[in-house]
């Protein structure tokens, strides 16, 4: 009789450890499930996130210490910060871990209630910078990401800017279209805007160049940045209104970091796009930040040069 009573007590436990098992299974699925439904994998979906929520990063956390994670996934380095965030938020030490905590300059930036008088948008939406500090949070950044630091930089000197959000990739595609082409589908998403708005100071079609890293790259301030350069197309009758606005940046830069700017590219004739859409309003420059071997920490400090620069051609024009 004490046998069998064990037998049925040693049952009774094993199938109390598999109940429990299985709801934590379930439970770990389930959380599973639920986290990838929440988490982005987009540049400026995450950055927008972020900038709702300076807590957003802390999603990415939990996923990353649940066990289902660890056990099937690549585990996310939370120890480093997204770098990116460095100057937008504020980090608070303490003895267990580092923790965000809001900017205050945030809230100005949500109050800024003025009509927007700078454009930017994105032809080749899909260049992209070294990654690989971003790459547990399945953030490939690139130019996308670098058009919504511009315009975050942008707001910290009171000025609006809008970001084109339209999908250029998925566009082509639908129509069938090549890669080469792709000037040609930014100009659909760019004459709507313009048609919906006129009156932008400047418009800013963002690139980055393919150089090699010690041609893309200077140190100001003992900061590694990522040089600038500008591209103006000479085939239509007004391009010389382009290039007056692209010179007058490019002065400015010059003024303060010499270095930072590899100049003016003018491009015409047979072999070249000669246009880029800089028909279609005077104020169209396209800028190119750094080049493929550059880190989006490079892109960050050379906006932060870059966007008070802006700022002052803003308010002087």
Same mark, same amino acid.
């Given at each position: #009789? ?112 003025? +009509? ?60 069938? #279209? ?16 313009? +048609? ?7 418009? $800013?079609? @963002? ?12 140190? $100001? ?22 290039? /007056? ?13 010499? /270095?930072? /700017? ?38 960050? +400090? /050379?906006?932060? @040069? ?12």
């Amino acid at each position: #009789m004490k046998k069998v009573k064990l037998k049925k007590k040693r049952r009774f436990k094993f199938r109390i450890i598999g109940y429990a098992l299985v709801m934590f299974l379930g439970y770990e699925l389930s959380f599973n499930i639920i986290m990838n439904l929440k988490l982005v994998n987009s540049n400026e979906d995450f950055i927008k996130a972020l900038m709702v929520d300076s807590n957003y990063h802390l999603l990415y956390e939990k996923k990353a210490n649940d066990i289902l994670s660890k056990l099937f996934s690549k585990i996310l380095n939370v120890n480093e910060p997204v770098s990116i965030l460095e100057n937008t938020f504020h980090f608070k030490a303490n003895d267990a871990a580092m923790t965000y905590v809001s900017n205050p300059e945030i809230e100005e930036v949500k109050k800024l209630d003025v +009509n927007p008088t700078v454009y930017i948008y994105n032809t080749h939406q899909s260049e992209a910078y070294q990654g690989n500090a971003l790459e547990g949070y399945n953030i490939k950044p690139g130019v996308m990401m670098a058009s919504y630091i511009l315009q975050d930089k942008l707001a910290k000197q009171n000025i609006k800017a809008d970001v084109m959000e339209d999908n250029i990739t998925d566009y082509l595609n639908l129509n069938n #279209m090549k890669y080469s082409k792709s000037y040609q589908a930014s100009r659909v998403f760019l004459e709507d805007a313009l +048609n919906k708005y006129k009156d932008y100071k400047l418009i $800013i079609d @963002l690139h980055r160049d393919a150089l090699p890293k010690e041609k893309s790259t200077i140190i $100001i301030n003992n900061k590694s940045c990522a040089k600038i350069s500008f591209v103006i197309g000479e085939d239509y009758d007004t391009y010389k209104e382009n290039l /007056t606005v692209a010179n007058k940046i490019n002065d400015k830069i010059k003024e303060k970091y010499p /270095t930072l /700017t590899r100049g003016i590219l003018t491009k015409g004739g047979e072999a070249s796009n000669g246009i880029y859409n800089q028909d279609l309003n005077p104020n169209i420059i396209l800028i190119e930040i750094g080049a493929q071997e550059n880190t989006i920490d490079e892109v960050l +400090n /050379t906006i932060e @040069l870059l966007a008070p620069i802006i700022g002052e051609y803003i308010n002087e024009t």
